[in-house]
């Protein structure tokens, strides 16, 4: 260290002998607690975002009966996105990968789901049917999964074939299908379909998985999200409700939703696996981040951009630190 290295550092880390005095921090932080309460509790008032009504099953079925209908004959097709979805959930995909290296079948299935019994058996069996509906759950339980696997595949093309028009639909061989998606549709329809989806994991039930799957197999949950601008397109991570601001720290991993290769979910590997890539960028960069201290060059940037002295530069001129001595 040269001698005047030396004598800034003494300087530095000397006592303070200027003028001080009095500070009670302890009474400026309940006044500033005080006054940020009042403003936050005066703007909630006039700025507040709105407060939304929640997602049902009952507004679902209300509003877009024939898209239910036919989500229920799709989960009983295994032809819904939860059900091919793969793991946690189940084995009927590769799920995500980071070029050769594929977390999501590594991790396995800890959260099983069976889209045909956990979102339509199982709810109808748990409620008392009509006749024909109890008819129909005894059909579909005691026939064979091959029947089962055509009834349904063959009744979801139908459906396809004209759009999810329920009434449109051609005559065919589908079994008891047509009736089970029926007898949901009316449990939805009456309320009683989200209180029994809700409970299958006990009384008191926090996970929502199933529920949120069931919602994100329709055009319901997806409709509600793109006239609430909450879709990637708009950022809408970004927001709460509406374009009413949220969480703004997640720019960072949105912004790469919107750039190449990233977005390119149909033509491109990574824009397949955007999210395990996007996982894995922002991890290395705030690995950077915290390794800063010990990266030769960057740690001693501080010292090379001396912004510090700037800020404190009337200490500086007042303690006479780094001033050039003249020849």
Known sequence: MSADKSAIHSKESAPWQGQVRRYDIVKEGVIALLIVSLLTLTLSIFMGSPDEPSLTFKGWAASNSDNFYTTAVQELAGTSESAG??????????GLNLGPLWLQKWAGIHHPINSANDFVITPLGEQQQ???VAAALST????AVVDKQRWAVDYDAALSAVEGKVS?????????????????????TSGA?????????????TD???????????AYLDDAGTAANLQGGTWGMMNETGRYPGQAWLWLYSLWYQIPPFNNEESHPIGANADAYILALMGFMTLGLVMIPFIPGVRSLPI???????IWRQYYQTEGIG????K
């Open 85 to 94: 979805y793969g793991a946690p959930y189940n084995d009927a995909g590769v």
């Open 130 to 132: 009509p006749a024909e």
């Open 140 to 143: 579909w339980r005691s026939a």
């Open 168 to 188: 449109a639909v051609k005559s065919g061989d589908y079994g008891p299908v047509p009736t089970l998606a029926k007898g949901l549709t009316a449990m939805a």
């Open 193 to 205: 379909l989200d209180g029994l989806l809700l409970s299958q994991g006990g009384f008191f039930q």
């Open 208 to 218: 929502h998985t199933k529920q949120i799957l069931f919602f994100g197999d329709g």
């Open 304 to 310: 090379r951009i001396p912004l510090h002295r700037a």
């Open 323 to 326: 001033k050039r001595k003249k």
